[in-house]
């Protein structure tokens, strides 16, 4: 069975603090995609970055960064220069390559404080 | 593109009453999404579509909920007779394929009185 586990329910960090979101994966399959989403207070849901099983490199994206590591399932993300705007919660989900739908984790809830 | 479309944005209405929420997806889009967000839960996912057929409804909590796509552009939630306990915002999302980046509609906020 496939699951997404993000410990941390809520974090709080200081204006230009580095944060990182813990994400922890469970499958079977050799091949799938792991995902971020962002919901700020607004609600919306915005996609951040989608990742495949067979790209293990970071991606860096501005104050972005992602670290994959396959060794210990995790798909974790980096806000480096943390500002205010960042508040939001954030979902860590995971799909298998054709089959299946895409499982979202119970989110963390990030608290940029001024 | 002008993205996932919902309507209404919000819903306020009593027990009993059959509330409709609407979805417009990304033309294109093979997927269409149903997902219910609450507090206690999370973030659900009560169907799918591909092709306007519905692959899994395992979400579905009862059968007061329904849904229909009735074309590739169009699908609708249903939940008749409607209760308190499904005051949530429920999203609707499209992707490519199943496994694609999916992307999500604005929400529409239901409040059952």
């Known amino acids: 069975a496939q699951k997404v586990t993000q410990a941390q329910t809520e974090i709080s960090v200081v204006e230009k603090e580095d944060v990182t979101l813990d994400c922890v994966y469970e499958t079977r399959d050799t091949t799938y995609y792991l995902f971020w989403y962002k919901q700020p207070p607004s609600g919306e849901l915005v996609f951040l970055i989608r990742r495949n099983s067979f790209d293990e490199q970071n991606e860096i994206s501005g104050r972005y960064s992602w670290n994959f590591q396959k060794s210990t399932s995790s798909f974790n993300f980096t806000i480096t220069a943390s500002q205010v705007v960042d508040s939001a919660v954030y979902f860590c989900a995971l799909s298998k390559d054709r089959d299946d739908k895409i499982i979202f984790g119970k989110g963390t809830r990030l608290h940029i404080l001024p | 593109d002008a993205g996932v479309i919902q309507s209404p944005r919000h819903e306020v209405t009593e027990m009993g009453q059959e509330v409709t929420l609407r979805c417009k997806p990304i033309?294109?889009?093979?997927?269409l999404f149903w997902y219910r967000q609450t507090m206690m839960r999370g973030l659900e996912l009560l169907i799918y579509?591909?092709?306007?057929?519905?692959?899994?409804d395992s979400g579905m909590p009862e059968d007061r909920f329904s849904a229909k796509m009735p074309n590739a552009s169009f699908s609708t939630l249903k939940i008749q007779p409607s209760e308190p306990r499904d005051s949530a915002v429920y999203f609707c999302a499209s992707s490519l394929d199943i496994a694609e980046t999916q992307y999500f509609g604005p929400g529409t906020r239901l409040l059952v009185l």
């Open positions: 033309s294109g889009h093979d997927y």
């Open positions: 579509f591909n092709n306007n057929v519905p692959i899994d």
